[in-house]
Nanobody, 121 residues
């Protein structure tokens, strides 16, 4: 079974920074695309940033130049460095990963349990 364990959320003042981490564990041959999504109360879950295995990145316009996604393939871990945080960034942040269990299997999608980010003075 594949598990995603997130850490790093919390309370931060506007303008502050946080770093989220998400580690993939379990029976995994290879982790392909990894990403972060977020969901604020009353809103749909939205993409924040994604990164491919070879390091290609894409992010939402609302976080460009403030959030940086990165990964460590040896550790099957993805990070989200968040800077210049705004109250509208407050949400539950979910890690997403597409992983293969064997060399022949297709990628399957997995989600973390979510970590709360609160931006408030």
């Amino acid at each position: 079974q594949v598990q995603l364990v997130e850490s790093g959320g919390g309370l931060v003042q506007p303008g502050g920074s946080l770093r989220l981490s998400c580690a993939v564990s379990g029976l995994v041959f290879r982790v392909n695309d990894m990403g972060w999504y977020r969901q604020a109360p009353g809103k749909q879950r939205e993409l924040v940033a994604i990164i491919t295995r070879d390091g290609s990145r894409n992010s939402a316009d609302s976080v460009k130049d403030r959030f940086i996604i990165s990964r460590d393939n040896d550790k099957n871990t993805v990070y989200l460095q968040m800077s210049s945080l705004k109250p509208e960034d407050a949400a539950v942040y979910y890690c997403n990963a597409k992983a293969q269990r064997t060399i022949l299997s297709a990628s399957t999608e997995h989600w973390g349990q979510g970590t709360q980010v609160t931006v408030s003075s």
